[in-house]
């Protein structure tokens, strides 16, 4: 029955708006607080110390994590996918995290839950790694459309470059005077695993919506499991 409602076409539209949502939220922080926060050498996090960002940030981050748990529900579209629909699940919950621990003050320091919120959006840009080069390496002879399959290759080969370069500046910012400009590949992290969720939104949708037309003509008797794409007779 949970799985049912996860794909329930009011599912999807959730999933679609969590996304969104999460993009608007971020665009407007950046807009309205130019003035005090530095895209450049600040990290993302920083928006949640300044109004509108201590309401705007936790609802971005909250909205990323309603779309992955709803993935993590209702699949991506693609075959033996309990890993992949996993990862998402532990996703949304490190987001959750990352949302309710707020990072520290230049006057609190690195306090215990600034540490919570920095590991656990780590784990949270790590683990959607993970899944976009799963589901690329699964989307293969999948009829996943050609733009899906090469743009999450994308997405892992850049997102595990701007991680690691998010992971070397914060820990080592004096390396190429990277903790001057460490704000910049969070942010491109921040849009490529947005553009990810999207994707595996876009293939969850077809697939699903394909599962009818596929057991189109069949006995009922046949009819009565759905067929995924990628999965086998």
Known sequence: MIRTLFRTRAAEVTAMSGVAASQAGFAVMHLTQAGAVDPVA???SAYALTWPGVLLFPLSVLSMAS???ILAGRGVGL???GLIR??????A??????????TGTPESGLTWWAQIHRYSAGAAFVLLTVVAALCAARMRG??????????TWWVTAVAALTFLTTAVNTFLPGLADGGDWRGVPQRV?????SALLWMLVANSVR????APAATAGVPAAAAKAPVLAGSRS
Do not use: K
């Not at 919950?93 to 707020?102: G, I, N, Q, S, T």
């Not at 697939?207 to 394909?210: C, E, K, P, T």
């Open 42 to 44: 600040t990290p993302v």
């Open 67 to 69: 779309a992955c748990a």
């Open 79 to 81: 075959a033996r996918e």
């Open 86 to 91: 996993f990862l998402l699940g532990a996703t």
């Open 93 to 102: 919950v490190m987001l959750v995290c990352a949302a309710v621990f707020r």
């Open 142 to 151: 999948a009829g996943v459309p050609g733009w899906v399959r090469r743009g």
């Open 189 to 193: 992290l921040l849009v490529v695993l």
């Open 207 to 210: 697939s699903l919506g394909a």
